[in-house]
Nanobody, 117 residues
Framework: QVQLVESGGGLVQPGGSLTLSCVAS????????LGWYRQAPGKQRELVAR???????NYADSVKGRFTISRDNAKNTVYLQMNDLKAENTAVYYC???????????WGQGTQVIVSS
């Protein structure tokens, strides 16, 4: 079993920035995919950004150029740097990790991001 703990959410004004962190309870060296998803009220959970083993990344069209996903294997941590935040980015953000050799995907408990003036 793997625990993922997110942090870094909060209230920010439009145009502001936040950095989300997700710390895993085990090494992420063998993770083949690490991602951030979000779920806004009344909407389905959606992919925000994902980083694949080897370093390739993909982003939701709505966040390209504003959000950056990165990983620090030494700290067992995946980050989501969010710049130029907009009201429509308000959601609960979830970390997701999948490991080689493990059929399960792991989710964090979520961290709330509210973008409001």
């Amino acid at each position: 079993q793997v625990q993922l703990v997110e942090s870094g959410g909060g209230l920010v004004q439009p145009g502001g920035s936040l950095t989300l962190s997700c710390v895993a309870s085990r090494s992420i060296d063998s993770a083949y995919a690490l991602g951030w998803y979000r779920q806004a009220p009344g909407k389905q959970r959606e992919l925000v950004a994902r980083i694949i083993s080897g370093g390739s990344t993909n982003y939701a069209d709505s966040v390209k150029g504003r959000f950056t996903i990165s990983r620090d294997n030494a700290k067992n941590t995946v980050y989501l740097q969010m710049n130029d935040l907009k009201a429509e980015n308000t959601a609960v953000y979830y970390c997701n990790v999948a490991f080689y050799g493990d059929i399960r995907e792991y989710w964090g408990q979520g961290t709330q991001v509210i973008v409001s003036s």
